[in-house]
């Protein structure tokens, strides 16, 4: 990856336990598909009266070369915030790496109109008979 691992946090404290475990998790990413070029993670939880549950938003951009970048966004609704926030990034990762996967596929596989053409035959100039 050419530039770091960006981690922000809104409406939670900073944490270097979760950041790294971030970092972690985006390095085992990374090391399931080469192409990323850039990744940002926005941990969020917003406000809530004491009638909702507690949310943690999870939203990952993993930038490629020549492409959009992906974006996966993941939502957490619980009760016991230290432990639900592990898991919200547990499952924000997991759909990460199954959107990743889907996009690889994409990028591997050679378009609709290259599928029909012929190959063209290999030059014969510049060959001695």
Do not use: N, W, Y
Not at 40 to 53: D, F, L, Y
Not at 85 to 94: H, Q, S, V, Y
């Amino acid at each position: 990856m050419t530039t770091p691992v960006e981690v922000h946090f809104h409406g939670i404290e900073k944490s270097e336990a979760i950041e790294q475990r971030v970092r972690e998790k985006v390095a085992k990413l990374q090391k399931h598909f080469r192409r990323m070029t850039s990744c940002r993670v926005g941990i969020e939880a917003p406000q809530r009266s004491p009638q909702k549950p507690k949310v943690f938003q999870i939203k990952i951009e993993i930038g490629m070369p020549r492409r959009k970048p992906v974006v996966i966004r993941h939502e957490r609704v619980g009760s016991h915030a230290s432990e639900e926030l592990c898991l919200a990034i547990r499952d924000a990762f997991e759909a990460a790496m199954r959107k990743v996967d889907g996009t690889a596929a994409r990028i591997s596989q050679r378009s609709k109109l290259d599928r029909g053409r012929r190959k063209p035959r290999p030059s014969l100039e510049g060959q001695s008979a």
